[in-house]
């Protein structure tokens, strides 16, 4: 792993991804199509990338309905779908 | 709580919101802006500042840096209790920003429509897809298709063939005439649009013109589209569909603020002010021309909100020419009717309370959904059904009631009274308006 990277975890998997990397797109690094399911079960991921939709929220460090697109990975972080 | 006080708030940090804060800053006033991402730049901009690669973004910025404007970054507001305040969240805490002058850069979001199979994962607006590729998103060898309406599908099938994505077709609603006709104009002036064409030609990406999408599939993510020129369908294969049919200004702010709309745009005099006192508005929320018209406005914003009445007006020529540009941008990529019919009944509307668009046009109007279905009272509050069901249904869709994003509870019971010692400072007490 060089400087440039961390490595986060997306329900428990290890992902290693370069700084400047959003949640959102962790997520879909960890091979996790979607972020959460609707009310009546749909899977759904991001939409509009820009913080507006609300569909990429997730579980991120305990903190529930995160902002995916919104928030730059940390070393460590912890990412939960479908919370 | 963190408390801080500025002669001019500036909301947003694209090219409106920088443009005005660099005028009003380098005018002498005490500014900060305000933007709810971690990055400066605004979603046009985005990832310039960590690697720049546009010579104007890379100007404003450095120009923002040595403004002496304060930066609150990923500072979201939620509210604005009374004039000459807004409540924010910055880091998951609640901070309260007061102003003098405020200058409203809220920009725009994209338009998505539903069709059946709007909802797959893998489906995205081509801006958002533009914008996570720039924080990491995997495009690399992926099958992109683009489709919807405006610029901004060329824009990010350039950017993202350049970052290895495999753009397998570029889908523009509006005919081709149309299309062609606003090329020509704009050629007169910009070399940009005919740029980013040449370059698409050379990367053998079809551009096809009067064509939309019907339908998705796919199990857990989309797989395929069928698409349609309204004589003959066809299926093409995909890992993403990128599908926006152009811009919605963000009006949310303003209109919590009680400025008044027209056309569903913020309602502007030409030094940028909004019909409340003291407060402007730049850039998309007053009309769709993209980042040149908004950094312009943005600065006779700054100009104007600071008391520099003779630098606003001397840019009002240039603002006045992105108005052409405005309505030629609005006619081109006008929205075909059938599009209002793509989705079917059983088709969602509103993705937050899966409500169908059979269930939500059983009620008069958008109000009367809302209460009845719940359409439009999740999380996003509307901002994507609310307009979908302005095109689909006709409805006037935007209503705002604070707070007007999901707040902590902690922000709102944080919220203040108006304090008595305010009235001498209060922005509507002043006796000459700006």
Redesign the interface.
């Known amino acids: 792993m060089t400087t440039d990277q961390l490595q986060v975890r997306v329900n428990g998997r290890l992902v290693t ?2 700084a ?3 949640v ?3 997520i ?2 960890a091979g996790v ?3 959460r399911h ?3 079960g ?14 990429c ?1 997730v579980m991120i460090d305990g ?1 529930p ?1 995160a902002r995916s ?5 940390v070393e460590g972080m912890e990412v939960v779908t479908d919370e | 709580m963190n408390d801080s006080a500025f002669d001019v708030v500036v909301v947003g940090g694209g090219p409106a919101g920088l443009g005005a804060a660099c005028a009003a800053a380098e005018s002498g006033s005490a500014v900060g802006l305000l933007d709810d991402t971690p990055w400066l730049g605004g979603q046009i901009w985005r990832g310039q500042e960590l690697k720049p690669a546009n010579r104007e973004a890379r100007r404003w910025l450095t120009r923002f840096g040595d403004s002496g404007a304060t930066l609150l970054r990923g500072a979201s507001v939620v509210a604005a209790p009374h004039p000459g305040l807004l409540l924010a969240e910055q880091n998951q805490r609640p901070c309260q920003v007061r102003w003098q002058r405020l200058i409203l850069a809220t920009g725009a979001r994209e338009l998505f429509l539903p069709f059946p199979g709007w909802t797959l994962p893998g489906i995205m607006g081509p801006g958002g897809l533009l914008a996570l590729a720039k924080h990491g998103w995997p495009v690399n060898g992926r099958r992109v298709l683009l489709a919807g309406s405006g610029p901004l599908l060329l824009a990010a099938a350039e950017s993202l063939s350049r970052q290895g994505a495999n753009v397998v077709s570029i889908l523009e609603q509006a005919p081709w005439r149309k299309v062609m006709a606003f090329g020509l104009a704009l050629a007169a002036h910009h070399k940009l649009w005919q740029g980013i064409q040449l370059k698409l030609r050379l990367l053998g990406v079809p551009y096809c013109c009067g064509a939309w999408p019907i339908r998705a599939e796919g199990n857990d993510q989309v797989r395929r589209v069928t698409l349609t020129d309204g004589q003959r369908t066809w299926v093409e294969e995909c890992d993403l569909f990128a599908c926006g049919f152009g811009l919605v200004p963000n009006v949310e702010l303003p209109l919590a603020l009680g400025c008044e709309l027209a056309a569903g745009f913020v309602r502007v005099d030409s030094r940028q002010a909004t019909s409340v006192p003291h407060v402007y508005a730049a850039g998309e929320p007053t009309g769709i021309a993209g980042a040149g018209s908004a950094l312009v406005q943005g600065l006779i914003a700054g100009y104007a909100a600071a008391g520099q009445a003779a630098k606003a007006e001397a840019l009002f020529a240039e603002r006045d020419g992105w108005h052409r540009f405005r309505a030629a941008l609005a006619r081109a990529f006008a929205l075909r009717l059938e599009l209002k019919t793509l989705a079917a009944d059983d088709t969602l509307l509103c993705r937050c309370e899966d409500v169908s668009l059979g269930h939500a046009r059983q009620f008069n109007d958008w109000r009367d959904a809302k209460l009845q279905s719940r359409c439009g009272m999740g999380a996003c509050q509307g901002r994507v059904c609310g307009a979908a069901a302005k095109v689909i249904l006709g409805w006037e869709a935007v209503s705002v009631r604070p707070p007007v994003l999901p707040a902590l509870v902690s922000s709102l019971i944080s919220q203040p009274q108006p304090r008595p010692e305010q009235s001498s400072s209060d922005p509507r007490a002043s006796s000459k308006r700006p």
Request: charged share 10%; glycine share 10%; net charge positive.
């Open positions: 991804v370069l400047g990397t959003v959102a797109a962790a879909a690094r199509a979607w972020s609707s009310v009546i749909q899977p759904r991921g991001a939409l509009c990338g820009m913080g507006v939709c609300m569909e929220r903190q309905q697109c919104l928030i730059l990975c």
